[in-house]
């Protein structure tokens, strides 16, 4: 299972990722350690704006490409809309992914 996520980092900012586990990743990015982002590290996490399930790991990929390419405004947009294709993560599973 892949999964492509938003993150929120602590300045406001959104940063985009794909991963197969939640958990593991949000640590490696709250840790800033070199497993987490170099983004992460700069603008530390406060937690997970919105995940959404892929069928597949090329399919993460280019929803994490198109997520990177908008501008902040439009990234807040689709945190709460409907993703043909992918099946979006209630909040109590994102804050359980958070640990």
């Not at 938003?6 to 939640?22: E, F, N, P, V, W």
């Not at 593991?24 to 709250?30: I, N, P, T, W």
């Not at 099946?87 to 992914?97: C, K, N």
């Amino acid at each position: 299972m892949y999964y492509t996520y938003l993150l929120r980092c602590r300045d406001g900012s959104l940063y985009a990722g794909i991963t197969t586990d939640l958990h593991r990743r949000y640590r490696e990015h709250r840790e800033g350690g070199k497993k987490g982002a170099k983004y992460t590290r700069a603008h530390p996490p406060a937690g997970y704006a919105a995940a959404w399930r892929a069928p597949d790991r090329a399919a993460a990929s280019r929803l994490e490409y198109r997520l990177k390419k908008l501008g902040h405004a439009d990234k807040e947009a689709v945190i709460d809309s409907w993703l043909p294709g992918f099946l979006a993560l209630r909040p109590e599973e994102l804050r359980e992914a958070e640990g």
